[in-house]
Structures are given as C-alpha cells and as structure tokens.
C-alpha cells in the first residue's frame, strides 16, 4: 500500500489489495495455476488446492509492503503484484516469519528456481524497471480481459517514466498475451534440473 503513494499509477475501477484481502488473493492463485509446469514441479501437482493456497497466501504476506498489489474487484477474479524499481523483492527471512517454515520440504526447489530466475533478471534487466511478478486469473474469468486492466496501467506509467517492466513465463500460450501487451522476448533458459523453460520478457527494453 505504502509503494502506491510513490507512484503516480491511474487505478480507478480497481481493488488495492491489503492484508484482510489476503485469502481471495491465494484462492484465485490457487486455481489460475492448476496445471502449470512451475507450480507442479517447486509444489507437487498433487498438492491439494487448499494447502496450495497456502503457498500463495504467505508469498502475498511476504511482498506486501514492498509491492503494488491490485485485482479487478473486491472478489478477486485477477489478481496482480507488481514490484517497482530498485524492489528488494522475496526476503527469505520474512518468507519464514510469514509461513514459509509450513514448505519447507519444498524450499530446495523453491530456491533453485529464485537463484536462477534472480541471476537471469539481474543479467537481462538489472533492478531498475518494474517487475510483473504475478498475474492470475481465475479460470472461469480468463479471456475476459481483466488481465490486461491489471496490466495496463503500469504500463502507461513506463512509457511516461521511460521505464522497461520486467516478466517471466513458463508456458508458451501466455507469450502471446505478453506480446499483446508490448513485451519481447529477451533470453530464455531451463530451469535447472527439469525440462521447463523459462522465458524472460521485456516491455520497453529498446529504450534501455
């Protein structure tokens, strides 16, 4: 809530989220990435969908107060969680005071994948651009386009500031989206020690 008032971002017609929001957010999660090859692989696809809410909730927990967190509708249909320049992003210590100590039979893959995204950002991006690190959709609302209402704004607010956003994906279905909204490719890779393949994407990255 706080990085909002940094930030001269138009979101009328949509919900800031704040903590009390925090289980409509992980619910909508939940289902937006059930399949997802990600998810199946850090979480366990078998994982039941309450306990994968979980995982979602304290991630949310975790980034609120350094993040601009906003969904469609007090509902939360779609959600999004957006990270501003120069973010200090995922605390692993505030990830454990959050609930994290609930997964951590899960914590070796979980931060195989930060480490590599991390470094892939870091060489690809750098820190000074604004990093789209989630957006769901319930399944029953996609297509609908409330992604892009989430999305829009920010950018709107790159090109004022000549600022690049940052992304990532792991399916090939959503470049599409992505490159619907004006983002590119800019490096890919595999995850180490699995077949998924990561793609890194870039809005605004010619100005850089």
């Known amino acids: ?3 909002l008032e940094k930030y001269p971002v138009n979101l009328d017609g949509l919900q800031v989220l704040a903590k009390p929001d925090a289980r409509k957010y992980a619910e ?13 692989w850090m979480l366990d696809k078998y994982v039941p969908t309450l306990q994968f809410a979980d995982v979602w909730h304290t991630n949310f927990l975790c980034t609120i107060n350094n993040s601009i967190s906003i969904a469609d509708s007090p509902e939360c ?3 999004a969680v957006w990270l501003p320049p120069k973010s200090s992003g995922l605390d692993t210590f505030k990830y454990i005071c959050c609930g994290g100590w609930q997964f951590v039979s899960r914590w070796p893959r979980m931060l ?4 590599f995204a991390k470094k892939m950002k870091e060489r690809l991006a750098g820190d000074n651009c604004w990093y789209l690190n ?12 409330l992604a892009s209402r989430l999305v829009s704004p920010f950018l709107d607010l790159c090109d004022a500031t000549d600022t690049p956003a940052f992304l990532e994906t792991h399916i090939e ?5 992505y490159e619907h909204f004006g983002f590119r ?9 699995t077949n998924i ?4 994407m870039m809005y605004g990255h010619k100005k850089m």
């Not at 989630?134 to 386009?145: E, V």
């Not at 279905?173 to 989206?177: A, L, Q, R, T």
């Open 28 to 40: 909508c999660c939940a289902l937006a990435y059930r399949p997802y090859p990600l998810t199946d």
């Open 134 to 145: 989630n957006l769901a959709t319930r399944p029953l609302w996609q297509g609908r386009g």
């Open 112 to 115: 195989t994948y930060e480490n």
């Open 1 to 3: 809530m706080k990085e």
């Open 77 to 79: 249909n779609a959600v």
């Open 173 to 177: 279905k959503n470049i599409v989206m």
């Open 197 to 200: 393949r990561h793609y890194a």
């Open 185 to 193: 490719i800019v490096g890919t890779g595999i995850i180490p020690g």
